[in-house]
């Protein structure tokens, strides 16, 4: 089953702005990841956070975890066009799960030339 | 960096036929795959957790003999979808962790997408 809500669903923004899209959880993790999907297309990893951090920078990408909330971000600095992709947030839970992640429900972004 | 092959990227194939997926680790061992389903604009749903040299664990609501999993070696698992009818149609996708048993980043093949007529 499906533990992860994003929003927003879809996000239009025009090249150089920032994208900011979030993810709620239900239950106890192991760590939080974020995963992009161009149409038809399987998935790259873009970044990991551990349950017992709270901010990660890679590149243009930020993420952030609140695990009171249980909510995580990732925002994406100086957009590119060829940042339109889905965005997916990932949990893997506190438990041995051999790897196993649960996926939310993704965040469709658009950035136009 | 890892690399997850999926064969094949599309098939077509007639109501009632089975339709093989394979899905390769190229330049690592993978004793766990996953084998997810996601249907267009919506997220990946975990079919199956495939263990090598083992039965593949289901997730609730999937029919097993429906989709039949093979993990044979530690670089290929093979998903089978049996007697294919239309609202099998979706959009197949494999992963495989390197790290095993720990929670770490997934590789992902590039996914089939299956139209039964």
């Known amino acids: 089953s499906q533990q992860g809500e994003e929003d927003p669903q879809a996000l239009s923004i025009q090249e150089g702005e920032n994208a900011t899209m979030n993810c709620s959880y ?10 992009r999907q161009n149409s038809g297309r399987g998935l790259v990893h873009l970044i990991l ?11 243009r990408l930020r993420v952030t975890l ?7 971000s990732l925002l994406i600095t100086a957009s590119r066009a060829a940042d339109t992709a889905s965005y ?6 506190t438990y041995n799960q051999g790897g196993k992640l649960i996926f939310g429900q993704g965040t469709e972004l658009s950035v136009k030339p | 960096g890892a690399v997850v092959s999926q064969h094949p990227s599309w098939v077509i194939c007639k109501s009632g036929t089975s339709v093989k997926i394979e899905c390769r680790s190229l330049d690592f061992q993978a004793t766990t795959m996953f084998w997810y389903r996601q249907f267009p604009k ?3 749903m975990l079919m199956a957790t495939s263990n090598e040299g ?3 664990t289901y997730e609730q609501g ?23 009818h239309p609202e099998d149609s979706s959009f197949y996708i494999c992963s495989a962790s390197r790290g095993g048993a720990t929670n770490e980043k997934l590789f992902f093949g590039s996914g089939t997408q299956l139209s039964v007529l």
Do not use: M, P
Request: overall charge positive.
């Open chain 1, 66 to 72: 609140d695990t009171s909330k249980k909510s995580s």
């Open chain 2, 62 to 84: 999937v029919e097993k003999d429906k989709f039949l999993i093979n993990h044979a070696s530690l670089t290929l698992s093979t998903l089978t979808v049996t007697s294919a």
């Open chain 1, 26 to 35: 239900k239950t106890s993790i192991n760590n939080l990841q974020w995963y």
């Open chain 1, 88 to 93: 997916f947030c990932a949990t893997a839970l």
């Open chain 2, 42 to 44: 919506q997220s990946l």
């Open chain 1, 49 to 59: 956070i551990r349950s017992n951090e709270r901010e990660k920078h890679s590149g």
């Open chain 2, 54 to 56: 083992s039965k593949a």
